[in-house]
């Protein structure tokens, strides 16, 4: 699922999300769990605003993100 988010890129210009966009909701992230390279994506796990879990990954040749995984709060 394609997804609109919103980075920050640290002091290595490397980019982190901090918010993205599932249609016209806007979701926080409030914690990086854990993140991991493979050869053409990174990889983001991430904990949202609405306390669900959600893993992002961003194509670095053409810059887009998709949402590769949801998982509920108590799931």
Same mark, same amino acid.
Request: proline share 3%.
């Given at each position: 699922?394609?997804?609109?988010?919103?980075c920050?890129?640290? @002091?290595?210009?490397? +980019?982190?999300?901090?918010?993205?966009?599932?249609?016209? *909701?806007?979701? !926080?992230?409030?914690?990086?769990?854990?993140?991991?390279?493979?050869?053409?994506?990174? @990889?983001?796990?991430? +904990?949202g605003?609405?306390?669900?879990?959600?893993?992002? *990954?961003?194509? !670095?040749?053409?810059?887009?993100?998709?949402?590769?995984?949801?998982?509920?709060?108590?799931?």
């Amino acid at each position: 699922m394609g997804i609109r988010v919103e980075c920050y890129a640290g @002091y290595r210009g490397e +980019q982190e999300p901090r918010a993205f966009h599932l249609g016209e *909701r806007r979701i !926080e992230v409030k914690a990086i769990l854990d993140r991991w390279l493979a050869p053409d994506h990174r @990889y983001f796990k991430v +904990q949202g605003d609405d306390g669900n879990t959600y893993i992002l *990954r961003h194509d !670095e040749a053409s810059g887009e993100w998709e949402m590769t995984m949801y998982s509920a709060r108590g799931l």
